[in-house]
C-alpha cells in the first residue's frame, strides 16, 4: 500500500513539473510573438542632418529603404513613407546670373574662405564673376596686432577667384568696426581718446594715421595687381552724432584726416588703375545722402582721390522705394563718381518686425520679395551707366547675417534657398517670364 502511494505522489509531481515546464514554454511562445509583432511597427526615422557647406554624396539610401513594405507589417498595418529632406545641389540646367548680366555690369558676392570648396563654390563659379571677402580683409582680419599680417584667409580668396577667372572687391581697409584696439592705444598703451592734454592728443592724432597710412599701403601694395576695386573706408556717416559724422575714435581723435590720410595712401600704393570707394549704408536716406554728399564734395575739392561711392543696399520686401535708391545714385554720379551696390540683400521683415516665420515663409512673402528684386533690377539696368557693379552679401540662404541681425531668426533674402535652389526672387531677377503668374 506504502508503495503504491508512494508511486502516485511520484506521479503527481512528475505530472505537475511537465504541466509548469509546458506552461512556461507557452508563455515564453507568446511573448516572443509579441515582440515580434511590435518590432514590425513602422517607425518614424529623425530627420537627416545635413551639412550644406560640403559636397553632398547621396542624400538618402534606395528608394526601398526609406519605405516600410506591406509584407512587414503584421495585419492591419499600414505602409508609411519615410520622407527624406531635400538635398543641397546647384542646379545646372539654369542661367547664370553673371551670364544673363554680362552686358550691364557685373554680378558679385560676399563669401567667406571655406565656401571656396564644395557646392557652394559649384554655385558661385556658375553663377558671379565678382566677389568680396565677408569678414577676412577687414582689419582686425588682416592685422590683428601691430605689424602682424595674416594674409591666409585673404589669399584664399584672391587665389579662388583668380582660377576661376573672378575679380575680387576689397573690403574694407579703414572701419569703425572689427579692428584691433591697438590701432587706438597711446605708445604707453593708454586709450587715445582719453587723452585731455592737447599736445599729447596732437602725438596721438600723429600716431594713429601713421599706424593707418602703414596698414593701408602694406595692404594695397600686396593685392594691387589682384585687386582693382577698393572699399577705402566704410561708415564714417552718422546724421544723429555730432556734425553727421560717425562719433568713432577715428573721427574723435584724427576728425576727417584718417578719411584723406586712407584715399592717398591707396592711391600712392596702388596707382592710378585701381578705383576707390566710400562705402555706406542706408544711401538712400535722403539726410544720410546728403551728409555723405557733403562730406565727398569737400574732400575731392581737397584733391582726395575717391572714385565712387559703395551703396551697402541692405533692404526688405516693404522699403525704401526703387526711386529712393536710384535718386541717391544719380546724386553722387553728378560730382562724377561711379556707383557701385556693395552689399545687397533683401529682408523679408520690416526693420521694426522681431517675428520669426521660422522654416514656414509664407509663399506671398517670397512672392513679394520677387515683385522687389524684378523692380530694383529693371531699374539698375536702366541706369547702368551710373551703375558699375552688383555685389550680394551672400549667395544663398543658409548663410546670411541676416539670421542673427537684428534677432536670431530665419531669414531669406538672397537668390537661392537653404539648399541652394533657386527662388522665385532669382527669375524675378533673370527671367521675370518664369515668375508664377497670379
Not at 124 to 143: G, S
Not at 178 to 193: N, T, Y
Amino acid at each position: 500500500m506504502n508503495k503504491i502511494c508512494k508511486k502516485k505522489k511520484t506521479f503527481i509531481i512528475h505530472t505537475a513539473a511537465l504541466i509548469l515546464i509546458f506552461s512556461l514554454w507557452l508563455l515564453s511562445g507568446c511573448q516572443s510573438s509579441m515582440e515580434d509583432i511590435e518590432s514590425s511597427e513602422p517607425v518614424t526615422a529623425p530627420a537627416q542632418q545635413i551639412d550644406i557647406e560640403d559636397s553632398a554624396e547621396s542624400a538618402s539610401d534606395s528608394e526601398e529603404n526609406s519605405v516600410v513594405e506591406e509584407d512587414d507589417i503584421t495585419d492591419n498595418s499600414e505602409s508609411i513613407v519615410i520622407e527624406t529632406p531635400p538635398v543641397p545641389s546647384v542646379e545646372e540646367d539654369i542661367p547664370s546670373l553673371a551670364e544673363t548680366y554680362i552686358d550691364y555690369f557685373p554680378m558679385g558676392a560676399a563669401i567667406e574662405p571655406f565656401q571656396t570648396t564644395g557646392l557652394k563654390a559649384d554655385l558661385l563659379k556658375k553663377h558671379v564673376n565678382w566677389l568680396v571677402a565677408e569678414n577676412v580683409m577687414k582689419p582686425d582680419a588682416i592685422q590683428p596686432s601691430e605689424g602682424n599680417f595674416n594674409w591666409e584667409n585673404a589669399d584664399q580668396i584672391v587665389e579662388f577667384a583668380r582660377k576661376n577667372g573672378m575679380e575680387v572687391r576689397f573690403h574694407t581697409l579703414v572701419w569703425h568696426s572689427q579692428i584691433g584696439d591697438w590701432f587706438f592705444k597711446d605708445s604707453e598703451g593708454k586709450p587715445m581718446v582719453d587723452e585731455t592734454d592737447p599736445v599729447k592728443r596732437e602725438a596721438n592724432k600723429t600716431l594713429l594715421l601713421e599706424r593707418l597710412d602703414e596698414h593701408v599701403r602694406t595692404v594695397v601694395g600686396r593685392y594691387k595687381d589682384d585687386i582693382i576695386s577698393w572699399d577705402v573706408v566704410n561708415e564714417v556717416i552718422e546724421p544723429g552724432d555730432p556734425d553727421g559724422m560717425r562719433a568713432s575714435e577715428w573721427y574723435q581723435i584724427t576728425g576727417t584726416d584718417f578719411i584723406e590720410t586712407a584715399f592717398r595712401a591707396a592711391r600712392e600704393a596702388g596707382g592710378p588703375g585701381i578705383k576707390l570707394y566710400i562705402n555706406d549704408y542706408g544711401t538712400d536716406n535722403p539726410v544720410k545722402r546728403d551728409r555723405l554728399y557733403e562730406l565727398v564734395k569737400v574732400l575731392l575739392e581737397k584733391g582726395v582721390p575717391i572714385d565712387g561711392v559703395g551703396h551697402q543696399t541692405h533692404i526688405d520686401i516693404h522699403g525704401p522705394t526703387v526711386t529712393s535708391i536710384i535718386d541717391s545714385m544719380q546724386k553722387f554720379s553728378e560730382l562724377g563718381l561711379d556707383n557701385l551696390v556693395t552689399e545687397l540683400d533683401m529682408s523679408i521683415y520690416s526693420w521694426n518686425d522681431r517675428s520669426d516665420f521660422s522654416d514656414d515663409i509664407p509663399e506671398v512673402v517670397l512672392q513679394k520679395q520677387a515683385e522687389r528684386y524684378q523692380e530694383l533690377f529693371e531699374a539698375f539696368k536702366e541706369h547702368k551707366d551710373i551703375l558699375s557693379g552688383v555685389v550680394f552679401w551672400g549667395i544663398a540662404d543658409n548663410h546670411t547675417w541676416l539670421h542673427s541681425f537684428p534677432v536670431n531668426r530665419t531669414n531669406a533674402p538672397l537668390l537661392f534657398d537653404q539648399n541652394l535652389n533657386v527662388k522665385s526672387a532669382f527669375w524675378a531677377v533673370v527671367d521675370p517670364s518664369k515668375l508664377p503668374q497670379n
